[in-house]
């Protein structure tokens, strides 16, 4: 194709901040191919962000505008709710659409299955759509049986970070062939090579012969981390140097799992032990710092970043059964999944790991080798490339 310019694409993202969803788009556009694309990308502002992946977006030279897009957030769904969302969606669309006419925009990209607007506007200005997919839908049954025919109706590629999320909303033949996985991915050495192990150690208070289990997350009844704390809890008086800690901060305006936290801790033998650290930017230096790995996700995981972190750090992971964990840990060989939900089984397997020095080394070195061999940032990148490539070049587009 002889290009005039690059293709023009409008990424739309549900939050400003840097968790999750949030870092994996940042390091997709950071990677994309800007001899092929150019990004333009709008996150919602219907809540007061920190504002971090605007800045970051920014710094690298990507155009992102804060503007009021719907997005599917868990107070609009319910009778009286839902009207006022489908308003929201109505003057989002109309927004969105004259963006893309005025940009002229060649792609549309939607980050989660949190925002609808950027299918909506793609289809009606005729753009092609590609759904990025990086939840677990299971609830409400309604609104799953509604995006198994949305998702794949309005885009002509449907991404999922994990086949397991994948399978949940691509049900008939015709849209899995839609699909494609494209695994999260992250830096190895960042983490690999982390140097702050003891200066985390020495500010918790945390020494030399003590065990650290560790959560780098969100605080919300999603990510689970009283399930954690009630799993520790049980451990404390057995193992007198067990700590843990957890680093991250509540969804805005939802502050009961943190309350939670804090009145689990209270009750907890050794309240000392525990260590909220709210939201930090050191979380290479927090997983160095850990001995083991918490992802006890109630629900909703597509592919835990967290995880992936955890292996290039060399820590076994305890994980749940749920969604994409599967993929990513290597059940008895990196790390071990329980049942979701299943505090037993979750305080099991952390004393198996606290008590076996050497199991922990193993199962550290099998994550790492296991993680560099699928989970590098360049290879999503690489892949993402290739597919928006193929979108666009599919739809007939000449610039």
């Known amino acids: 194709m002889n290009l005039k310019r690059p293709a023009r694409v409008l990424f739309l993202h549900p939050s400003n901040e840097l968790y999750g969803a949030d870092t994996s788009l940042l390091y997709l556009l950071r990677g994309l191919d800007r001899t092929r694309f150019e990004p333009f990308v709008i996150l919602a502002n219907d809540l007061e962000y920190s504002g971090l992946l605007s800045k970051e977006l920014t710094a690298s030279g990507i155009r992102v505008a804060s503007l009021p897009i719907a997005v599917a957030r868990r107070k609009y769904l319910s009778p009286l709710g839902m009207p006022a969302f489908l308003g929201r969606v109505r003057s989002s669309v109309r927004m969105v659409s004259k963006i893309i006419e005025e940009e002229s925009i060649d792609v549309v990209h939607t980050n989660t299955l949190a925002v609808w607007t950027g299918a909506l506007a793609a289809k009606r200005t005729g753009r092609p759509h590609v759904w990025h997919i990086r939840e677990s839908l299971e609830n409400p049954k309604q609104l799953v049986m509604l995006m198994q025919r949305f998702v794949p109706s309005y885009s002509v590629r449907v991404v999922g970070v994990s086949k397991a999320v994948l399978e949940n909303i691509l049900i008939t033949p015709e849209a899995r062939a839609k699909g494609v996985v494209i695994y999260n991915g992250k830096d190895p050495q960042t983490w690999m090579y982390a140097t702050g192990r003891d200066k985390v150690r020495q500010e918790l208070g945390i020494g030399s012969g003590d065990l650290a289990v560790g959560m780098v997350s969100r605080v919300s009844a999603m990510k689970a981390p009283d399930l954690c704390v009630r799993a520790v809890s049980r451990l404390m008086t057995s193992y007198p140097h067990l700590h843990c800690f957890i680093a991250g901060g509540p969804v805005p305006g939802q502050t009961e799992p943190l309350n939670e ?91 198996t790991l606290i008590r076996d020095e050497r199991m922990r080394a193993e199962m550290g070195r099998a994550g790492q080798h296991y993680a560099l061999t699928h989970f590098t940032i360049d290879r999503t990148i690489s892949e993402f490339n290739e597919l928006l490539w193929g979108v666009y070049s599919g739809a007939g587009i000449r610039a």
Request: proline share 7%; glycine share 10%.
């Open 261 to 351: 936290l804090h009145q689990l801790i209270a009750a907890s033998p050794a309240p000392q032990r525990f260590h909220l650290l709210g939201e930090r930017r050191d979380a290479p230096d927090l997983m160095a710092a850990m001995d083991i790995l918490a992802a006890p996700s109630r629900y909703g995981e597509g592919a835990s970043l967290t995880i992936i972190q955890g292996m290039f750090a060399g820590k076994p992971v305890v994980a749940t059964d749920v969604g994409g964990n599967k993929e990513l840990v290597q059940h008895g060989q990196t790390g071990f999944i329980v049942p979701s939900e299943d505090v037993d089984a979750l305080t099991q397997r952390m004393d």
